[in-house]
């Protein structure tokens, strides 16, 4: 059978205290809401339904990107309500799943689970709590089936000790669920239409009960307060270093280490602490990135090493560079093979060529720059004239003497040497030497002035 997803995602979040709705603060950074989405998918969804409510056109323009149909629930009256609100949006005759924008951790095999051999049936994901409070209690049978739902404020004292609880995510044929919702009332102290009351009125109708569970808790559980947000982004992101260390990536620290994306990170790499990782970032086998690095969409090579307070943006390092530390690789930039930069070097938009280096506070941008050349320090590539940008190309063999300025646009011959201290505005041809300063002057009984009393 084909399946339809409906997020629910229209719950105000009071208690994160933020303008920001609550589906859209991040774990990993990435929506809650994204993060339920993205599960969606990879369970092969016929079609996602979210249902929106509190900060609706923030959610929707955020996640324009969602291949999903949008319907506004404009009053929160419970759960049942705002599935009720998927009714004229969604496929009837698929099996409909109801997930939480809020419950960003909910893996794809444990859906899968709970989908297998549910036609015909309705399936619940449970989980056994040892402190179950303000949750909805299983009810079961003597024959272990269950008969319904019971949420903690509607609860005896003896229902109040049953330790398995509901975690709101259920599937059911489209037609049976809207048949069952069609049938619940308000009656409760909440004054809601609770979801919960079709698993009762399911029983009576003699439809098969199927429950399923997670091998964690951590994956049901919901965001309501940023204390809840800290504590998930921390498992989040533990489970994926223990992926890593698996895999043959050594970690200074597991618990100091932030995936943001999707790292595909090779055996023999080794990763200091307090390192953040965004977007999709390859680094090859054999590559040490030090403390406090930032790397985003980035491809790093093997052998690598980057060195301590760098950040790295869609850049490309090639195999056996050296980076930093200090340093900072802007968009567009590419080493190639055994390029080495420098403390305090900021290079952008730039080809860097095969074993050339810029080892000291110097900055490249829109350069082409050619083998084996020495960028000496304070050197810089002046490639704006506060209108546009300007390229400068540098060939093979180039030594660049400390505090030159190459003014682009302007290109420089291969074998060429600038001297210190050079201001280059003309381009150059091979295996010339290049000098431009003032002439020294030494001036004799030269009086230093002296502070006025």
Not at 36 to 65: M, N, P, R, W
Not at 212 to 236: D, F
Not at 369 to 391: E, Q, R
Request: with cysteine.
């Amino acid at each position: 059978m084909s399946l339809s997803v409906v997020i629910l995602a229209a719950g105000k979040g009071t208690r994160m205290k933020s303008s920001t709705p609550k589906v859209l603060h991040k774990l990993a950074n990435k929506p809650l809401v994204e993060h339920v989405y993205d599960t969606a998918i990879g369970l092969g969804a016929e079609e996602v339904i979210v249902i929106y409510g509190h900060g609706g056109e923030q959610v929707k323009q955020t996640c324009s990107h969602f291949d999903a149909k949008w319907v506004e629930q404009k009053e929160q009256l419970g759960t049942g309500h705002a599935v009720m609100q998927a009714f004229d949006s969604v496929n009837l005759n698929n099996n409909v799943l109801v997930l939480y924008g809020d419950v960003p951790l909910t893996k794809q095999e444990t859906l899968e689970e709970l989908l297998k051999g549910s036609e015909g049936k309705l399936a619940l994901l449970s989980v056994n709590l040892d402190e179950p409070f303000g949750y909805g209690r299983i009810l079961r049978n003597d024959k272990g089936q269950v008969t319904g739902i019971v949420e903690q404020k509607d609860a005896t004292e003896e229902q109040q000790n049953i330790q398995e609880v509901n975690t709101g995510i259920l599937a059911c044929n489209g037609e049976t669920l809207k048949r069952l919702l069609n049938n619940i009332d308000n009656k409760n102290s909440q004054g809601e239409y609770y979801l919960t009351d079709i698993f009762e009125l399911a029983e009576k109708d003699n439809i098969e009960i199927k429950t399923a569970q997670p091998k964690a808790s951590y994956e049901v559980e919901g965001i309501n307060n940023r204390l809840q947000l800290a504590t998930l982004e921390r498992i989040y992101q533990r489970n994926i270093a223990d992926e890593l260390m698996t895999d043959g990536v050594a970690l200074a620290d597991p618990s100091r280490i932030d995936i943001r994306g999707n790292a595909n990170i090779s055996n023999d790499v080794f990763i200091d602490i307090n390192v953040v990782i965004e977007g999709d970032v390859n680094i090859g086998r054999g590559s040490n990135i030090g403390p406090n690095c930032v790397i985003i969409n980035s491809s790093i090579g093997e052998d690598v090493n980057i060195k301590a307070n760098c950040v790295i943006e869609n850049a490309v390092v090639e195999n056996n560079c050296e980076v930093g530390p200090y340093a900072r690789l802007r968009p567009d930039t590419h080493l190639r093979q055994n390029a080495k930069i420098g403390n305090f070097v900021e290079i952008k938009k730039a080809n860097i060529g095969e074993g050339s280096k810029v080892n000291h506070l110097s900055y490249v941008g829109d350069t082409e720059m050619g083998k084996n050349v020495n960028v000496g320090a304070g050197t810089i590539t002046c490639n704006y004239d506060g209108a546009n940008k300007f390229k400068t190309i540098i060939g093979d063999n180039v030594f660049v003497g400390s505090d030159s300025q190459l003014v682009a646009p302007v290109k420089i011959g291969d074998g060429v040497t600038i001297g210190a201290g050079a201001t280059v505005t003309k381009d150059v041809e091979e295996d010339m030497l290049v000098i431009s300063r003032a002439p020294q002057k030494s001036i004799t009984g030269w009086q230093r002035p002296t502070k006025k009393k």
